[in-house]
């Protein structure tokens, strides 16, 4: 089953570019990745899908239902963290979860304590209280605590600090195994390729690939790191050259004859060939495009 179906999902500004013909298909129980720079269209397309705002054309579903005629219906069975969470002045944490849990007309306080703990979120302070990262954990429980089918995250990790991002994803991760289908936006690459199983990459408003992650990461291109003094003009093929000390590193997208060829001529202290990182491959790609 398609927990989100897009057919040529369009949103205009007017005369300023929003998602353009968008058709995106994600599958019930995926993990799934949604990449691309700042302006790509991550986040109109996560807006348009909720509801948030109406497309300008085209058609979409989300967990089998229209997103214009059934879109209360559809945020029963939704978390949602943006990627600015906003909360009511004021208010203690523990009462702006009591009230996202009371919108859900459900009880929540099982999942939620253990998700506070977890998240070592203190539930006594008021929201004006907090770091932007506990903010983000505060909107991180909102979209958990009710357990929902499907998990729309934008950019859900800025502001928590590296052993809250392995925690976070260590809750993902179980979500994700007992059924429930995500869809994380993110630029940070390594993110997606740490997590997901799939991935579409945006670019100024249009998808500009979609594939297993594995997939998208193979190219022909490696990269090189050489330890010793060589002279690498005769190569094509190569980019991102940078020396340090006596290493040399690049991304070589040339016969791999000819560089062992070169290379075999010259004292080398070490070599290192390897796949490039996800991050590699799409800031190249869009380097191209």
Same mark, same amino acid.
């Given at each position: 089953?398609?927990?989100?179906?897009?057919?040529?999902?369009?949103?205009?500004?007017?005369?300023?570019?929003?998602?353009?013909?968008?058709?995106?298909?994600?599958?019930?129980?995926?993990?799934?990745?949604?990449?691309?720079?700042?302006?790509?269209?991550?986040?109109?397309?996560?807006?348009?899908?909720?509801?948030?705002? /109406?497309? +300008?054309?085209?058609?979409?579903?989300?967990? %089998? !239902?229209?997103?214009?005629? $059934? @879109?209360?219906?559809?945020?029963?069975?939704?978390?949602?963290?943006?990627?600015?969470?906003?909360?009511?002045?004021?208010?203690?944490?523990?009462?702006?979860?009591?009230?996202?849990?009371?919108?859900?007309?459900?009880?929540?306080?099982?999942?939620?304590?253990?998700?506070?703990?977890?998240?070592?979120?203190?539930?006594?302070?008021?929201?004006?209280?907090?770091?932007?990262?506990?903010?983000?954990?505060?909107?991180?429980?909102?979209?958990?605590?009710?357990?929902?089918?499907?998990?729309?995250?934008?950019?859900?990790?800025?502001?928590?600090?590296?052993?809250?991002?392995?925690?976070?994803?260590?809750?993902?991760?179980?979500?994700?195994?007992?059924?429930?289908?995500?869809?994380?936006?993110?630029?940070?690459?390594?993110?997606?390729?740490? /997590?997901? +199983?799939?991935?579409?990459?945006?670019?100024? %408003? !249009?998808?500009?690939?979609? $594939? @297993?992650v594995e997939n998208l990461i193979k190219t022909s291109t490696r990269r090189v790191t050489i330890r010793g003094k060589v002279d690498l003009n005769k190569l094509e093929g190569i980019r991102d050259l940078s020396?340090?000390?006596?290493?040399?590193?690049?991304?070589?997208?040339?016969?791999?004859?000819?560089?062992?060829?070169?290379?075999?001529?010259?004292?080398i202290e070490d070599l290192l060939i390897s796949e490039p990182s996800l991050e590699e491959v799409f800031l190249h790609y869009y380097e191209e495009e």
């Amino acid at each position: 089953m398609s927990i989100i179906k897009t057919n040529n999902l369009t949103k205009s500004y007017g005369t300023c570019r929003g998602i353009i013909s968008l058709n995106l298909e994600v599958e019930e129980g995926e993990f799934f990745g949604f990449i691309g720079p700042n302006g790509a269209g991550k986040s109109t397309t996560i807006r348009t899908l909720l509801g948030l705002i /109406n497309p +300008t054309s085209g058609e979409a579903t989300v967990l %089998g !239902k229209d997103i214009i005629k $059934d @879109k209360i219906e559809i945020l029963d069975d939704i978390g949602y963290l943006p990627s600015e969470a906003i909360f009511y002045q004021g208010m203690k944490v523990k009462d702006i979860l009591k009230f996202s849990s009371s919108l859900r007309k459900k009880d929540c306080s099982k999942e939620q304590e253990e998700l506070c703990k977890r998240l070592n979120l203190d539930i006594n302070k008021k929201v004006e209280e907090l770091s932007f990262g506990n903010r983000k954990k505060v909107g991180i429980v909102c979209a958990l605590q009710h357990k929902p089918k499907l998990l729309i995250l934008d950019e859900p990790t800025s502001g928590l600090d590296p052993l809250m991002q392995k925690e976070f994803f260590a809750i993902l991760h179980e979500r994700n195994k007992e059924g429930t289908t995500i869809f994380l936006s993110s630029h940070v690459l390594s993110e997606i390729e740490q /997590n997901c +199983t799939r991935a579409a990459l945006i670019k100024e %408003g !249009k998808i500009s690939a979609c $594939d @297993k992650v594995e997939n998208l990461i193979k190219t022909s291109t490696r990269r090189v790191t050489i330890r010793g003094k060589v002279d690498l003009n005769k190569l094509e093929g190569i980019r991102d050259l940078s020396s340090q000390n006596n290493s040399t590193s690049f991304l070589y997208s040339g016969n791999i004859n000819e560089l062992i060829n070169l290379l075999s001529s010259y004292n080398i202290e070490d070599l290192l060939i390897s796949e490039p990182s996800l991050e590699e491959v799409f800031l190249h790609y869009y380097e191209e495009e």
